[in-house]
């Protein structure tokens, strides 16, 4: 079992900053890819920003030049900094991670956080 843990988020103001981070633990073999979705109240969940463990980014339109993903592969974390923010960036955030649990087997398997709040207010 991988677990992902969550931590940052908050309230800020337009144009403000935050950063979240999110550790994976447990039965880890490799992390292929992590990344941050994100779900606002009535709306399907996005992918905002992913990162492949050949450090390939790939971002949600309308966040490119505004939040900037990276991973330490040493502490299977995973960043989001976020700056600029804007009101539509409201959401729950979640950490996801596509995971090798064995060294043995090739299979793969998909991981969510429990999900971070950010809100931004105008």
């Known amino acids: 079992q991988v677990h992902l843990v969550e931590s940052g988020g908050g309230l800020v103001q337009a144009g403000g900053s935050l950063s979240l981070s999110c550790a994976a633990s447990?039965?880890?073999?490799?992390?292929?890819?992590m990344g941050w979705y994100r779900q606002a109240p009535g709306k399907q969940r996005e992918l905002v920003a992913r990162?492949?463990?050949?450090?390939?980014?790939n971002y949600e339109d309308s966040v490119k030049g505004r939040f900037t993903i990276s991973r330490d592969d040493a502490k299977n974390t995973v960043y989001l900094q976020m700056n600029s923010l804007k009101p539509e960036d409201t959401a729950v955030y979640y950490c996801?991670?596509?995971?090798?649990?064995?060294?043995?087997?090739?299979?793969?398997?998909?991981?969510w956080g429990q999900g971070t709040q950010v809100t931004v207010s105008s």
């Open positions: 990162i492949t463990n050949s450090d390939m980014t």
């Open positions: 447990g039965s880890i073999f490799s992390i292929n890819v």
């Open positions: 996801n991670a596509i995971v090798r649990t064995s060294a043995y087997v090739r299979n793969q398997y998909q991981y």
